[in-house]
């Protein structure tokens, strides 16, 4: 059986269709194509970073917090799916199958590595980039999926504009990068 | 001909690109550079990143989810 | 004086190798369970298991090709590199016509929901300062919203750090946004191109600016490069 399948990873053919990377324009082809299906079914694009926003009000509210007063929360849907649960909520089940697809890929090219943090700098990176992420994702109403990719699909001049000045801060945090975590 | 070796293990784009980009730079024509990375973007795109510089370059993998990028400094 | 041989092949030193083990059985075995939770899924509600199948698809895509939105707004400033900037703009083009397909569609044909409005957000301050924020963050922690789920599926330990204190800057931001920054957006415009330009005007300009994008992509490389 170990045999087999060592055997099956090192075939030429497994290794074109499930280990060798695809080329970045098939990768773009087939987001579009995904892309535009999510839209045509639930009638609203992919998005990441709002569900983030609802991992965050539960866990608040696991640690005896309440967010029913904040106005981003306060609507009749965002209610309902804070109600419901994590395990019904679409975003949160969508962003768990990026998790998971990822993991099956990686898998199944055998390539799956726990890579250690390395460094106190890699964590002060990830604490500070994340945090301007999140804050930054909740003031332009969306990640590089919602107000990039999906805005601009969608015909919305804010893709643009979004766009326009993530350019920016990129060119900014290239430059801190080079300086501080190199 | 010297051979240098560059720890990249553990860490995410772009920082071993950086790292190439600056260690081979200090490098002679004819040496050759070892670059050992984990993440599966940098093994795509250190190489990439070599060959429109014109470099040989060779990638071995040399244990799940870890791949030793060598390029020649050929210019 | 290198050699003549090894212009074409690299010679060196090996270290003994490990011996590999193969990772399949174990995709199998998550293959299976995620089937299962599928199933599972369904017992709430049938889009779950869609939801499901999108995420996957989408991390799955993600991680064979690579693909990463931050690269493609950072690559042209490290290495100027602009080989991903152009597979987002194809990507962009794509789920434009796509887009444009079913949002005419449900004009044309007098649908319940008008679906001209999905996905269009204000124009505003708010709008210009996060989209900074979020690049410089994307930056510095290696990976955006959609990279960093790829990258903790693929097992790096930074990643999750990250996701975490991304969801803590959601939250702040949420809380933000209720208290500083919805008032900028009472005034601020949700600009649809079509109810500027017409429908067929929006998709000439929107596909012309695209194509400008990648010549202007292209040449950036070539001077930063010197080639493609």
Redesign the interface.
């Known amino acids: 059986m170990k045999e087999f399948f060592i055997k099956l990873g090192n075939n030429e053919i497994y290794k074109k269709l499930m280990k060798e990377p695809i080329t970045y324009v098939a990768g773009a082809v087939l987001l579009a194509v995904f892309q535009i299906a999510h839209f045509a079914i639930f009638q609203h694009g992919w998005g990441v970073s709002t569900t983030f926003a609802h991992w965050g009000a539960w866990l608040f509210q696991a640690m005896g917090g309440n967010v029913n007063h904040w106005s981003f929360f306060a609507d009749e849907k965002t209610q309902a799916t804070l109600a419901n649960g994590l395990i019904q909520d679409g975003g949160t089940i969508r962003n768990l199958g990026i998790i998971l697809g990822a993991l099956i890929a990686t898998l199944y090219a055998s390539q799956f590595k726990i890579k250690k943090i390395k460094s106190i700098k890699q964590i002060i990176a990830a604490v500070i980039g994340g945090l301007l992420m999140g804050y930054g994702a909740r003031m332009a109403m969306g990640c590089n999926i919602g107000a990039l990719f999906t805005s601009i699909a969608s015909f919305s001049l804010s893709g643009w504009i979004f766009g326009a000045f993530l350019l920016v801060g990129a060119f900014f945090g290239s430059k801190l990068l080079a300086k501080y975590f190199m | 001909m010297a051979e240098f070796n560059l720890d990249c293990l553990g860490e995410a784009c772009p920082i071993p690109l950086m790292k190439c980009e600056k260690k081979i730079a200090e490098l002679s024509v004819g040496d050759v550079l070892i670059v050992a990375i984990d993440h599966s973007c940098a093994m795509k795109n250190v190489p990439d990143w070599a060959r429109t510089q014109g470099y040989n370059v060779e990638i071995d993998e040399v244990d799940d989810g870890e791949w030793e990028v060598i390029i020649e400094k050929t210019k | 004086?290198?050699d003549q041989e090894?212009?074409?092949?690299?010679s060196?030193?090996?270290?003994p190798?490990?011996p590999?083990?193969?990772?399949?059985?174990?995709?199998l075995v998550?293959?299976v369970l995620?089937i299962g939770f599928g199933f599972y899924?369904s017992g709430?509600?049938l889009?779950?298991p869609?939801?499901?199948?999108?995420?996957?698809?989408?991390?799955?895509?993600?991680?064979?090709?690579?693909?990463?939105?931050?690269?493609a707004?950072?690559?042209p400033?490290?290495?100027g590199?602009t080989?991903?900037t152009?597979?987002?703009l194809?990507?962009?083009?794509?789920?434009?016509v796509?887009?444009?397909a079913?949002?005419l569609n449900s004009v044309l044909n007098g649908s319940e929901?008008n679906?001209s409005m999905?996905?269009?957000?204000?124009?505003g301050i708010?709008?210009?300062?996060?989209?900074?924020?979020?690049?410089?963050?994307?930056?510095?922690?290696?990976?955006?919203?959609?990279g960093?789920?790829?990258?903790?599926?693929?097992?790096?330990?930074?990643?999750i750090?990250?996701?975490?204190?991304?969801?803590?800057?959601?939250?702040?931001?949420?809380?933000?946004?209720?208290?500083i920054?919805?008032t900028l957006n009472e005034s601020a415009p949700?600009?649809?191109?079509?109810n500027i330009l017409g429908w067929f005007g929006?998709?000439v300009v929107?596909l012309l600016?695209i194509v400008l994008l990648y010549i202007a992509a292209i040449k950036w490389q070539q001077k930063k490069?010197g080639?493609?």
């Open positions: 004086m290198p090894q212009k074409t092949s690299i060196r030193t090996r270290a190798r490990k590999k083990k193969s990772q399949i059985p174990y995709a998550i293959t995620v899924l709430f509600s889009k779950l869609i939801y499901l199948a999108f995420g996957l698809l989408f991390g799955y895509t993600l991680q064979r090709s690579r693909f990463c939105f931050t690269a707004f950072r690559d400033f490290i290495t590199s080989t991903v152009r597979a987002v194809v990507a962009i083009s794509l789920a434009s796509g887009f444009f079913i949002k929901t679906l999905a996905g269009v957000n204000p124009i708010p709008l210009i300062l996060g989209a900074i924020l979020f690049g410089i963050g994307m930056v510095i922690a290696g990976g955006c919203a959609s960093t789920l790829m990258r903790v599926g693929e097992g790096f330990t930074m990643q750090v990250s996701l975490f204190f991304f969801v803590i800057g959601s939250l702040w931001g949420a809380h933000d946004m209720g208290t920054w919805s949700k600009i649809f191109l079509p929006a998709i929107q600016i490069m080639s493609e």
